[in-house]
């Protein structure tokens, strides 16, 4: 299928600062995919996302959506993204409606009107259809600085969908929502995806908002440090071994060679399991054993011990 | 295109939707040009005017008229760092609407703002004895269009330049403040030492208060001691530097907000 994001040794340094916050990425994503980057706070997903919608110049590598630079043809990826932003970025002194026209007419969907009931027939169902989705349709004509924080971050998910977009960011989306509003976020997305094709691409740092992606990074430190589908990623960081070792080492280290079983050395002997049961194994080694250890970590351990790494 | 006309009619339908929310902004920027009218032209009136032949009233009227057109509007951009630290601006500017066109729209809105304000200071003066023609009249408010937008790109021009409100709110009294007496809104220019002079001609506000009083003197009967260049010169000068300031602060200021 089409690659419809291609980031190639993407860097970028802010200004006055000593590291780069994204250090030589590269990561492509495929038309219609749902593409999620993974990793804790600081690891560069919002910097990544800044660059890919335009909103940011790069520092050094280059960073294409549909095709199209986001350093040199900005308004060409402009017009082909939506975005829900970390931070909230709606128009306090606007009512709800009003920001969601305000955003509509700016990307030139409908015509502008100086009130909701002159606007198209169109756009006042559109707006009813995904408040009644987001269940935020009775708070629509109310300003914006007297909603929750849940509420404003619905009213920004209604407002990015306004649009259609080629490929949909979304950073962090569910930061504030309770579990009710994020199932629902989650299952309209679904269907909107099953319906137009939108390539949704996803930034969180929570592991359970992964599971469900076609390809997932994990980005840690500005660097990605793993890569795949969830499955293969899970296999990856997920690896089950045996950790063994014997007074008889030189005998431990000639039986296993003779029985053409893969092992390392690190100080202990590190056994792959590859799908063997560690009883298999052991049942078929001899040499007496002084340790024995298996090592099969959840996908969160995993996790947590990458994200640990940072703070240190 | 179209999709760019109603990206600046939203804009500018923002600022002015905004302001009529804000009634305690709305008072003041009302009640300040009042106070300048009512006071300072007035005292100056009934201490000098006379004895001089001078209506202190008509000259202060017409400074203080550019000076708020043109001071509303250049302030006003500046609320665009204010989006920018409540992170509104990044949904603007994500938007594929040309960065001209953003500029525009907010141009236009916060002449929008500006309008009710200078409708307040014409009926004022009108309190105050100043008679206008119909004609002056719509000299003053074509003019007064011309002043806002000038105001608005001279804004743009600063805002390229500053990073956060707080530097806006620290800078915007030294850079406008002096302009109040170079562009001779309350006092009369017509005569200055050299130095005074040649700040004088680099203030952008000049031409605004010349402009408007040209327009002002040439269709009444009061004398025109205060107006220094023909409208046509001003105007001129206002459209070139206009287009300098719009290009310049435009470039300025996308390239703050993306090269970060």
């Given at each position: 299928?089409?690659?419809?994001?291609?980031?190639?040794?993407?860097?970028?340094?802010?200004?006055?600062?000593?590291?780069?916050?994204?250090?030589?990425?590269?990561?492509?994503?495929?038309?219609?995919?749902?593409?999620?980057?993974?990793?804790?706070?600081?690891?560069?997903?919002?910097?990544?996302?800044?660059?890919?919608?335009?909103?940011?110049?790069?520092?050094?590598?280059?960073?294409?959506?549909?095709?199209?630079?986001?350093?040199?043809?900005?308004?060409?990826?402009?017009?082909?993204?939506?975005?829900?932003?970390?931070?909230?970025s709606?128009d306090?002194?606007?009512?709800?409606?009003?920001?969601?026209?305000?955003?509509?007419?700016?990307?030139?969907?409908?015509?502008?009107?100086?009130?909701?009931?002159?606007?198209?027939?169109?756009?006042?169902?559109?707006?009813?259809?995904?408040?009644?989705?987001?269940?935020?349709?009775?708070?629509?004509?109310?300003?914006?600085?007297?909603?929750?924080?849940?509420?404003?971050?619905?009213?920004?998910?209604?407002?990015?969908?306004?649009?259609?977009?080629?490929?949909?960011?979304?950073?962090?989306?569910?930061?504030?929502?309770?579990?009710?509003?994020?199932?629902?976020?989650?299952?309209?997305?679904?269907?909107?995806?099953?319906?137009?094709?939108?390539?949704?691409?996803?930034?969180?740092?929570?592991?359970?908002?992964?599971?469900?992606?076609?390809?997932?990074?994990?980005?840690?430190?500005?660097?990605?440090?793993?890569?795949?589908?969830?499955?293969?990623?899970?296999?990856?960081?997920?690896?089950?071994?045996?950790?063994?070792?014997?007074?008889?080492?030189?005998?431990?280290?000639?039986?296993?060679?003779?029985?053409?079983?893969?092992?390392?050395?690190?100080?202990?002997?590190?056994?792959?399991?590859?799908?063997?049961?560690?009883?298999?194994?052991?049942?078929?080694?001899?040499?007496?054993?002084?340790?024995?250890?298996?090592?099969?970590?959840?996908?969160?351990?995993?996790?947590?011990?990458?994200?640990?790494?940072?703070?240190? | 295109?179209?999709?760019?006309?109603?990206?600046?009619?939203?804009?500018?339908?923002?600022d002015?939707?905004k302001?009529?929310?804000?009634?305690?902004?709305?008072?003041?920027?009302?009640?300040?040009?009042?106070?300048?009218?009512?006071?300072?032209?007035?005292?100056?009136?009934?201490?000098?005017?006379?004895?001089?032949?001078?209506?202190?009233?008509?000259?202060?009227?017409?400074?203080?008229?550019?000076?708020?057109?043109?001071?509303?509007t250049a302030m006003g951009i500046v609320s665009l760092i204010e989006d920018r630290e409540n992170d509104f601006s990044q949904e603007i500017f994500?938007?594929?609407?040309?960065?001209?066109?953003i500029v525009?729209?907010k141009i236009?809105g916060e002449?929008?703002?500006?309008?009710?304000?200078?409708?307040?200071?014409?009926?004022?003066?009108?309190?105050?004895?100043?008679?206008?023609?119909?004609?002056?009249?719509?000299?003053?408010?074509?003019?007064?269009?011309?002043?806002?937008?000038?105001?608005g790109?001279f804004g743009i021009l600063i805002l390229g330049n500053l990073r956060h409100q707080r530097t806006a709110n620290q800078i915007f009294?030294?850079i406008?403040?002096?302009?109040?007496?170079?562009?001779?809104?309350?006092?009369?220019?017509?005569?200055?030492?050299?130095?005074?002079?040649?700040?004088?001609?680099?203030?952008?506000?000049?031409?605004?208060?010349?402009?408007?009083?040209?327009?002002?003197?040439?269709?009444?009967?009061?004398?025109?001691?205060?107006?220094?260049?023909?409208?046509?010169?001003?105007?001129?000068?206002?459209?070139?530097?206009?287009?300098?300031?719009?290009?310049?602060g435009t470039?300025l200021f996308v390239r703050s907000e993306r090269?970060r």
């Amino acid at each position: 299928m089409k690659r419809v994001i291609e980031v190639e040794s993407l860097v970028k340094r802010y200004h006055g600062a000593e590291t780069d916050a994204v250090k030589g990425i590269s990561f492509s994503v495929r038309q219609g995919e749902f593409f999620t980057l993974l990793g804790p706070n600081g690891a560069g997903k919002t910097t990544t996302i800044s660059i890919l919608t335009t909103t940011l110049s790069p520092t050094g590598g280059s960073a294409r959506v549909a095709g199209f630079d986001c350093r040199t043809q900005q308004s060409e990826v402009r017009r082909r993204v939506g975005i829900i932003f970390q931070k909230r970025s709606l128009d306090q002194n606007l009512t709800a409606e009003e920001n969601v026209r305000f955003h509509t007419v700016l990307y030139g969907m409908f015509p502008w009107r100086p009130a909701f009931r002159l606007m198209p027939k169109a756009y006042r169902e559109r707006v009813g259809e995904l408040a009644g989705i987001l269940g935020i349709g009775a708070e629509m004509g109310k300003p914006v600085r007297t909603l929750s924080g849940g509420m404003q971050r619905k009213l920004e998910i209604v407002r990015s969908l306004m649009h259609r977009p080629l490929v949909l960011f979304l950073d962090e989306p569910t930061a504030g929502l309770d579990p009710q509003s994020r199932r629902n976020l989650w299952e309209y997305l679904r269907d909107s995806r099953e319906r137009s094709g939108t390539t949704v691409f996803l930034t969180t740092h929570y592991i359970d908002e992964a599971e469900d992606c076609d390809h997932v990074c994990i980005i840690n430190n500005g660097r990605i440090v793993a890569e795949g589908s969830p499955h293969d990623v899970k296999a990856a960081l997920t690896a089950q071994y045996l950790l063994v070792d014997a007074h008889d080492r030189a005998g431990l280290r000639e039986e296993l060679r003779s029985r053409g079983v893969a092992f390392r050395e690190t100080p202990l002997f590190r056994i792959e399991l590859d799908g063997m049961s560690a009883h298999q194994v052991l049942r078929s080694i001899e040499t007496p054993l002084t340790v024995v250890q298996t090592h099969a970590p959840s996908l969160e351990d995993e996790y947590l011990e990458i994200v640990g790494k940072v703070a240190e | 295109m179209t999709n760019e006309l109603g990206a600046i009619l939203m804009l500018a339908n923002r600022d002015f939707l905004k302001l009529l929310r804000d009634r305690t902004r709305l008072v003041a920027e009302i009640v300040f040009p009042v106070i300048f009218i009512g006071a300072l032209g007035g005292s100056l009136q009934a201490n000098l005017g006379a004895s001089l032949g001078f209506n202190f009233i008509a000259f202060t009227f017409t400074g203080v008229f550019a000076m708020t057109l043109w001071q509303t509007t250049a302030m006003g951009i500046v609320s665009l760092i204010e989006d920018r630290e409540n992170d509104f601006s990044q949904e603007i500017f994500v938007s594929p609407v040309s960065r001209y066109a953003i500029v525009f729209g907010k141009i236009l809105g916060e002449t929008l703002v500006a309008a009710p304000v200078a409708v307040v200071i014409v009926l004022f003066a009108m309190v105050l004895g100043i008679q206008m023609t119909l004609g002056q009249l719509l000299g003053l408010i074509l003019a007064g269009l011309a002043v806002a937008f000038f105001g608005g790109a001279f804004g743009i021009l600063i805002l390229g330049n500053l990073r956060h409100q707080r530097t806006a709110n620290q800078i915007f009294p030294f850079i406008i403040l002096p302009q109040y007496f170079l562009a001779g809104i309350f006092n009369p220019i017509a005569v200055l030492p050299w130095y005074l002079e040649v700040l004088s001609r680099i203030s952008p506000l000049r031409y605004a208060v010349d402009l408007i009083r040209g327009v002002f003197y040439a269709g009444g009967t009061d004398p025109a001691p205060a107006v220094l260049a023909p409208p046509e010169v001003n105007l001129a000068i206002m459209t070139a530097a206009f287009a300098v300031f719009m290009v310049v602060g435009t470039a300025l200021f996308v390239r703050s907000e993306r090269n970060r």
